[in-house]
DNA sequence: TCATGCTATGAAACTCGTTGCATATCAACC
DNA sequence: GGTTGATATGCAACGAGTTTCATAGCATGA
């Protein structure tokens, strides 16, 4: 019991490293958090109205100007609890779900049309890939400019960001090879 | 409308590659497509159940000795319709998640011991990926021993190992940077 | 004044996939 | 004869996450 649960505890991470609204998690879904867990805002407003009535976040209500209000969410005493109980459990495997790869294998069985429709997809699928890791060098220089000079907490984030990095480099140097594979075939 | 749907359509590209049964089916998952697209049996089952109902396979019973009857299908042309027309479709962007990055920030947020459960948990993890490399590794030396003569659907699986083999060397890199971070905290 | 767009939150319906359970055949072994 | 284990299929209940829709305040510009 107790389950994975999941988006809880990335949740539980990012409000410790920052309190916010839903609204403001949703945005470093988007970004940052967004690197190794997807949330939509529907999912966290959701979670968080969960974990609020467990008592694993205390929310308070803020009045803003020039902007509708907000309820700006900080990890209480047991939602700590929980983030160290779960992060002393094993790391579950990850269920991977490359729809790319299912659709490479599935030319096979495609005609000369589609198989020159994959190749365009690849290359725009690629293009995508390039971009997102232009933007994690430059949050890198931004972010840690100074890699000797951080905190235990910026390092940890660090060493995250490069996993992204050398994901994103690794997905490159192989979208070429299945290219390459595609045109030669 | 008619989504993403995910496990249809790898199911289709292995039963294209090879007619099977949802046993047969649900070992595949266990091994090669579960590389990169993972499935319990229920599942399979229950996709095949409604596949069937689509007109996208057909199924023959097989009586067989010393075991169990088998339920056994093929793709029908509806289906390879479906596939081709899938195959046209925009990769959808993947969804990450990425459990072990949650728990690394997490880490910055508890107390000694449970980084040094992090880091038994982290060494624990690396073996199962280097064990996975292995066994991707064995597996191409058996299936393409001679790259330089295969068919195209040979080549596109190979392709795709490639994929899983540099993904995993990635990641074993990777995990290395995790420890030494952790021990340098 | 109207449209657009960002901030901000949420409900309802649905789909996908998991977990736990149930069943059955047959081989091998003790 | 009874247990274990592989083969083989399936249901029911649940949980996680997506999609669609709804609401609302306020700013900016046409």
Same mark, same amino acid.
């Given at each position: 019991m107790m389950a994975d649960v999941a988006l809880e505890h990335a949740i539980l991470v990012s409000l410790l490293e920052q309190p916010g609204s839903g609204y403001e998690l949703a945005r470093r879904f988007d970004?940052?958090?967004g690197r190794f867990w997807t949330a939509t805002h529907q999912q966290i407003y959701k979670v968080l109205r969960?974990? &609020?009535a467990d008592g694993w976040?205390?929310?308070e209500e803020i009045g803003q100007d020039g902007r509708p209000?907000?309820?700006c969410y900080t990890v209480a005493e047991p939602g700590r609890d929980a983030l160290t109980g779960w992060l002393r459990e094993p790391v579950q495997p990850e269920t991977v779900r490359h729809e790319l790869a299912v659709k490479i294998r599935g030319a096979a069985f495609d005609d000369a049309a589609g198989r020159a429709a994959l190749i365009t997809e690849v290359e725009r699928y690629r293009a995508d890939h &390039?971009?997102?890791l232009r933007r994690y060098l430059t949050g890198e220089q931004r972010d840690f400019p100074d890699p000797a000079d951080l905190d235990a907490g910026q390092r940890l984030q660090h060493v995250v960001l490069r996993g992204g990095i050398e994901y994103e480099r690794m997905v490159?140097?192989?979208?070429d090879d299945v290219l390459h594979t595609l045109h030669d075939l």
């Open positions: 970004r940052s958090i969960r974990m &609020e976040v205390t929310a209000d907000k309820r &390039e971009t997102t490159l140097a192989w979208l």
